[in-house]
């Protein structure tokens, strides 16, 4: 597998807007310049350059790099790849026959944050705008709750 393998094309996608709903967490001054068909994301900061990583199962964010070229750099480092890429997961569902069609992402059936469990038969592809947008709010929502508060219900937009 390859970086290829491992991310998806979002050129068709609004760069502006593919992460809207993840504003609450990310500010507007982040945005995506990669997409990982685990469907996590590196953001880049316009403001100061540095990168981050969006960590979409768990909804949180976190630096990565403190400029686009450190970033690259991190790209050729085998341990960085396998903990940031989801490599053996991406790699055991394309295995099972899932594989990503243009303008799919791998995205939980049940959110991690909703009990979802981080298993294979948890995920399913699909749209990448659809994915952001939806775990954005859910994550948006449940924000501000104790850990462990039970959860009724969701509203999205």
Wanted: with cysteine.
């Amino acid at each position: 597998m390859d970086l290829n393998d491992l991310t998806v094309n979002f050129a068709h996608l609004d760069r502006q807007a593919v992460l809207e709903d993840w504003s609450w967490l990310i500010g507007n001054s982040k945005l995506p310049i990669l997409l990982l068909a685990s469907g996590d994301a590196f953001v880049q900061d316009t403001d100061t350059g540095a990168v981050h990583f969006l960590n979409v199962g768990a909804g949180a964010l976190s630096e990565v790099a403190a400029s686009f070229d450190e970033f690259k750099s991190l790209l050729s480092d085998k341990e960085f790849v396998l903990n940031y890429f989801a490599v053996e997961m991406v790699a055991d569902l394309r295995h099972s026959g899932c594989v990503l069609n243009p303008g799919q992402i791998y995205s939980f059936k049940i959110p991690p944050v909703l009990g979802g469990e981080y298993v294979l038969s948890n995920v399913e592809p699909s749209d990448i705008a659809v994915h952001y947008s939806m775990a954005g709010q859910i994550h948006e929502q449940v924000s501000n709750l104790p850990e462990g508060t039970p959860i009724s219900g969701v509203t999205l937009k």
